[in-house]
Nanobody, 128 residues
Framework: QVQLVESGGGLVQAGGSLRLSCAASGRTFSTYVMGWFRQAPGKEREVVAA????????LYADSVKGRFTISRDNAKKTIYLQMNSLKPEDTARYYC?????????????????????WGQGTQVTVSS
């Protein structure tokens, strides 16, 4: 079992930055693939970024490549999402997710249906 708690969301102007954190409980955190997903009103939940257990493999949505960076600190049982050059279209509720897999490909880490554990989310609002 893994419990996830997100933090770091807020209101920011376009072009600004935010850093989201997701703190996890559980003794086997380092074995989990972790992901950040987002959901805007009236839209489906979509992957933002994902990272494998060691941090050696990452996945990014095309819309955030070059602007967002996912990272993890297994000693702190925490993952991060550094978001730079934010745009109004990044406005959404951001969720942290975890799963032990297996994920046969890096691309599979972006499949929302593969994740068993979810946080409550943190709201990110980007004003124009």
């Amino acid at each position: 079992q893994v419990q996830l708690v997100e933090s770091g969301g807020g209101l920011v102007q376009a072009g600004g930055s935010l850093r989201l954190s997701c703190a996890a409980s559980g003794r086997t955190f380092s074995t989990y693939v972790m992901g950040w997903f987002r959901q805007a009103p009236g839209k489906e939940r979509e992957v933002v970024a994902a990272i494998n257990w060691s941090g050696s493999s990452t996945l990014y949505a095309d819309s955030v490549k070059g602007r967002f960076t996912i990272s993890r600190d297994n000693a702190k049982k925490t993952i991060y999402l550094q978001m730079n050059s934010l745009k109004p279209e990044d406005t959404a509720r951001y969720y942290c997710a975890a799963d032990r897999g297996p994920f046969t490909t890096a691309q599979a880490m972006g499949d929302v249906l593969k994740y068993d554990y979810w946080g409550q989310g943190t709201q990110v609002t980007v004003s124009s």
